[in-house]
């Protein structure tokens, strides 16, 4: 018999302990995430790495930027220097993302046209639903959803407010230290928006 309750999905950051790490792009996807204990759905992107030893990493999926502006003028993404989006962005890029220098793209795809399309998307981490790819984003025509391109990431362990254990992934430019994975004898060695026609 097959049924019951769904298996929660493993975590592909379970493999990695404490520690630094060198990953290097595979894809970037694109789906619908569910709010944080609630139940509206955002537009989000889940990066896929994979390690020197072929191990997989899949972020948690983060929100794609919130949008101002409309179809006639364009729209134009909100930063913010809080969000795990542009936190990937500049490690990607190479350094932090600059509101006064730097211009963002993205092609979300044909069948992704106005922000109202986007909340057909597929949703992450549902049973029977595949997310799409994303094809493509830019700043200043550096093309950031390449496979090959490296980032740094950073794992550590703090407590929340309410005292609990929690897991902190962070995302830089490569400047590598020593990690190491969980049951690993050696340590890991030292990357406006466009609407497709």
Known sequence: MFGGKAAAKPK????????????????????????????RLYPSLRFVF?????????????????????????YQPVYSSKAKFWELVGALYGRGFDTDKDEILFDFGPDYTSLEMLQ???????????????????????????????????????????GEDITIHNYSSIEIQSGKKKGAASPAPAGEMVLSD
């Open 12 to 39: 592909q950051s379970d493999l990695f302990g404490v520690g630094s790490y060198e990953l290097t792009l595979e894809d970037v996807q694109l789906g619908l995430q569910k709010e944080f204990q609630g139940t």
């Open 50 to 74: 994979r390690d020197s030893e072929g191990d997989k990493f899949e972020s948690n999926a983060v929100r794609v930027p919130q949008f101002i502006g409309n179809e006639e003028r364009g």
């Open 120 to 162: 057909t998307l597929p949703e992450f981490y549902k049973v029977g639903e595949t997310p799409e790819k994303m094809i493509s984003i830019k700043v200043n025509d550096k093309e950031l959803v390449k496979k090959g391109l490296k980032v740094r990431l950073d794992i550590k362990k703090d407590k929340n407010k309410s």
